[in-house]
C-alpha cells in the first residue's frame, strides 16, 4: 500500500512546528504553577501571621476573687510556687501547665519582682 507524499510532508511540517509551541506550552505551564505556589505561599504566611496576633496578648486580665497572685523573689521557680499552693491531691505538673497558661508565660523561667497569678 502506497501512501501519498503530500501525507509525510504534513506530519514532518506539523513536528517542525510543535516544538515551539510545546516550549510555549511549559513555560505558561511552569508559570502556572508558580503563581499558584506563591499564592498559596501567601495565603498560608497570612494564616500563620493572623494565628500569631490573636493567640499572644500582652494584656493579662486582672486577678479574679479566687486566684491569688504572688510576687516573685530571687529563686523562685515555677515548681516551688505551685507546690507552696496545691495541696497534694492534684498533679503538680497540670497545676503548673494552668499558671503558665493563665499568666500568658511562654518559658518557665521567673524574674524576681514579677507578678503571677495563681489560678484555683
Partial sequence: MMMNPAFYKSIHKEEAVKPFESRGHIVKRH?????????????LFT?????RTNASSDHIE????????????????????????????KDIRKYIYKIKERNQLS?????????????Q
Fill in 62 to 89: 486582672a486577678a479574679a476573687l479566687n486566684e491569688q497572685t504572688v510576687v516573685v523573689t530571687a529563686g523562685d521557680t515555677l515548681w516551688g510556687i505551685a507546690d507552696r499552693y496545691l495541696d497534694g491531691s
Fill in 31 to 43: 508559570a502556572f504553577k508558580l503563581i499558584v505556589s506563591a499564592a498559596v505561599f501567601v495565603l
Fill in 107 to 119: 518559658t518557665v523561667e521567673l524574674k524576681p519582682g514579677q507578678v503571677i497569678i495563681i489560678p
Fill in 47 to 51: 494564616s500563620f501571621l493572623m494565628m
